[in-house]
């Protein structure tokens, strides 16, 4: 398959520092979606992009935002709508890195899951882009801590999911208290009718553009295995022993399957988690946190669970159920095999399911490779257990904990290595550090006789 061109980002109209930041963050060109919506987005048009998750797009109406930004004027000028609080907080931290070029840009998150208080405050001392859930965002302006007044750029993304989960209604309420004088931008992988509906509405002359899935056939590789029902969920821990991958995102359409299928699977010795819509918030937050920090090998989810998910180099995603939709499909594969890196799909189907395929075959103009079960033998080594491990530290941001101060007292204080600490994930209440598996528990017993930032803290190794 051809490669398609690419295009620099120094070709676009930004202030030389902005262009700098990005070389400095590896953004050298832009992808399809970037190439084609950030000159119409920075010449202010309202836009409709249609682009999968992976593309890019975060960074394409970042960008365009932030052009239009005062940062000198302490007042909101830019709001993201997206639809979950997970989506949120990589927009967040996405947005906030290409700032960096501008001095002092306040970005806030504002969803649901987490207490009002704090992000009221967070408002309190000023923002000048809010991304958040429908929802929440509705909430504080309801509440009057929230104002738009001088908003200029209004931002929808991921609008297809948004309506899939309801927020129709609270996006409406949302647009309308934003001024007409506006830049809308809607950035949507789907476009069903009520896309169409939601832009009549909010948008001005939209300028339309539509990149295909950016992945090809040598980026992932997609391998289709036929079972019984008796034999499916047995069969995703033969796939794991035989490719042994180091992250796999499994796909259950059901809350009920992701249970069955992670006691499985753990019963067995894997690292693995569930995800799915009846978790406590502090529980979701965990099990996210522990997959992104390499801690969790194998990740369970449904379609709505994973929405706005997105784990860097992610070495496998498997279909343990056929989805109801074949762009769900594409959607769900196509997780894995970006940024340049080779992906693995693994497609389970019953032959209940081949109609299922079928669509899913037509979609991608291609047809299914099928591979036989015998195929599947364990590989060398044993279970494949997860690099890492997560220490949980009760204190967070709410006791100005920072990155800094977590590796500073595990390193300077404790005598560990910089190589041995993982990611650092720091939210309102909690911390969690990830460290080499080997020395979990003792950096969690250490800790808890230590100090972080001159205080004692409360530390405890998570586990399956």
């Known amino acids: 398959m051809p490669q398609e061109p690419r295009t620099s980002f120094d070709t676009l109209s930004l202030p030389p520092a902005t262009l700098d930041n990005l070389h400095r963050l590896g953004y050298l060109e832009m992808t399809a979606i970037q190439a084609a919506s950030l000159p119409i987005a ?11 998750t992976g593309s890019g797009k975060t960074a394409a109406f970042a960008l365009a935002l932030l052009a239009r930004l005062d940062a000198r004027r302490f007042a909101v000028q830019a709001l993201v709508l997206c639809p979950t609080r997970e989506l949120a907080d990589q927009v967040t931290t996405e947005v906030r890195r290409l700032a960096r070029a501008e001095d002092n840009v306040k970005v806030v998150t504002l969803a649901g899951g987490v207490p009002l208080r704090g992000q009221t405050t967070s408002l309190g001392y000023g923002a000048h882009i809010v991304v958040g859930t429908p929802g929440r965002i509705l909430d504080h302006l309801d509440r009057g801590n929230l104002q738009l007044e001088a908003l200029n750029t209004l931002v929808l993304d991921e609008a ?4 899939d989960m309801g927020f129709i209604d609270d996006i409406a309420k949302v647009a309308r208290r934003c001024p007409a004088q506006r830049q809308t931008l809607l950035f949507s992988a789907t476009y069903p009718e009520g896309i169409a509906t939601l832009a009549a509405q909010y948008l001005r002359e939209p300028v339309t553009v539509k990149v295909e899935a950016q992945h090809g056939g040598e980026q992932i590789e997609q391998r289709w295995y036929e079972v019984t029902e008796s034999q499916r969920l047995a069969t995703v821990a033969r796939l794991l022993d035989h490719f042994r991958p180091a992250s796999t995102l499994a ?3 059901t809350r009920a399957r992701c249970r069955e299928l992670v006691e499985l699977l753990q019963a067995q010795g894997y690292s693995a988690l569930a995800l799915h819509g009846e978790l406590e918030q502090r529980d ?3 099990v996210l946190v522990r997959f992104a920090n390499g801690s969790c090998s194998v990740l369970v989810a449904t379609d709505v669970a994973a929405r706005g998910l997105d784990v860097a180099g992610l070495a496998a995603v498997i279909n343990v159920d056929m989805p109801p939709d074949p762009e ?17 799909a693994l497609s389970l189907a019953s032959l209940d399911e081949m109609g299922a395929v079928g669509r899913i075959e037509q979609l991608q103009g291609r047809e299914s490779v099928w591979h036989g079960l015998a195929e599947l033998t364990a590989a060398p080594g044993g279970r494949l ?10 204190a967070g941001r709410k006791e100005k904990i920072r990155p800094g101060d977590v590796l500073g007292a595990l390193t300077a204080d404790l005598g560990y290595t910089r190589e041995q600490v ?13 460290v080499e598996r080997g020395i979990a528990r003792d950096v969690a017993a250490r800790l808890n006789e230590g100090r972080i930032k001159g205080r004692s803290v409360k530390a405890r190794l998570l586990k399956d």
């Open 284 to 286: 979701r937050d965990q």
């Open 160 to 163: 297809d999911r948004m309506l």
């Open 42 to 52: 920075l010449s202010g048009r309202d836009l409709i992009a249609q682009a999968k």
């Open 328 to 344: 769900l499909h594409v959607h769900r594969i196509g997780r894995t095999g970006r940024a340049g890196e080779t992906g693995l």
């Open 385 to 394: 257990l997860p690099a890492m491990a997560t220490v949980h530290i009760q």
């Open 422 to 434: 993982g990611r650092i994930d720091i939210n309102e209440f909690a911390t969690y550090v990830a």
């Open 251 to 253: 796909f259950c359409n």
